[in-house]
T-cell receptor
Framework: NAGVMQNPRHLVRRRGQEARLRCSPM?????VYWYRQLPEEGLKFMVY????????ESGMPKERFSAEFPKEGPSILRIQQVVRGDSAAYFC???????????FGEGSRLTVL | QKEVEQNSGPLSVPEGAIASLNCTYS??????FFWYRQYSGKSPELIMS????GDKEDGRFTAQLNKASQYVSLLIRDSQPSDSATYLC???????????????FGTGTLLAVQP
């Protein structure tokens, strides 16, 4: 029974490039959450999605960041024109219900040179 | 004021002792409360959830909730070196009245259990 799958696990980009992070939720889970974690800091909420819908994007920067969770395929967090401050670990989590009991993926660690 | 506050630690306890981790939250409408454990370089994992006032026990872990004081705690009995990790408190709103189901995390408390 596969858990939450994130890829790539590590991604290196130069300033100005695009980063695409993918997340496949656990089987049977329709709620997906993206969090960002900087070194020595907690998890910062970015966006909450259900299939084909963005439920809450209040934690997402207004520019350069977007997220989607299409009917078919993984959820994607897209960061355009990356800057050094985007370097962080990006965690995806999923849940079967909107219960707060989240299952996390291993994270995607983005490094911007 | 931060939405969920925790002492960053480190909290150092000897092996076999009780570790007490504390968390306060600002939104009185919060309904659900969780403790996640995160080992260094790893992803968070859920260890406890609590929804009503009082204590909830699961093995060596006890979660305590006091909604009037907006306070959540986690007790770890018979602490082991393998319990050394960052413990994240998380709070969820009611999911209505404009508050969605997003989970807000504290910055975590680093626990170090000394052999």
């Amino acid at each position: 029974n596969a858990g939450v799958m994130q890829n790539p696990r590590h991604l290196v980009r130069r300033r100005g490039q695009e980063a695409r992070l993918r997340c496949s939720p656990m089987k049977g889970h329709s709620h997906v959450y993206w969090y960002r974690q900087l070194p020595e800091e907690g998890l910062k909420f970015m966006v909450y999605l259900q299939k084909e819908n963005i439920i809450d994007e209040s934690g997402m920067p207004k520019e350069r960041f977007s997220a989607e969770f299409p009917k078919e395929g993984p959820s994607i967090l897209r960061i355009q024109q990356v800057v050094r401050g985007d370097s962080a670990a990006y965690f995806c989590a999923s849940s079967r219900l909107a219960s707060g009991e989240l299952f996390f993926g291993e994270g995607s660690r983005l490094t911007v040179l | 004021q931060k939405e969920v506050e925790q002492n960053s630690g480190p909290l150092s306890v000897p092996e076999g002792a009780i570790a007490s981790l504390n968390c306060t939250y600002s939104d009185r409408g919060s309904q659900s409360f969780f403790w996640y454990r995160q080992y260094s370089g790893k992803s968070p994992e859920l260890i406890m959830s609590i929804y009503s006032n009082g204590d909830k026990e699961d093995g060596r872990f006890t979660a305590q909730l006091n909604k009037a004081s907006q306070y959540v705690s986690l007790l770890i009995r018979d602490s082991q070196p393998s319990d050394s990790a960052t413990y994240l408190c998380a709070v969820k709103g009611p999911g209505y009245g404009g508050a969605t189901n997003k989970l807000i995390f504290g910055t975590g408390t680093l626990l170090a259990v000394q052999p």
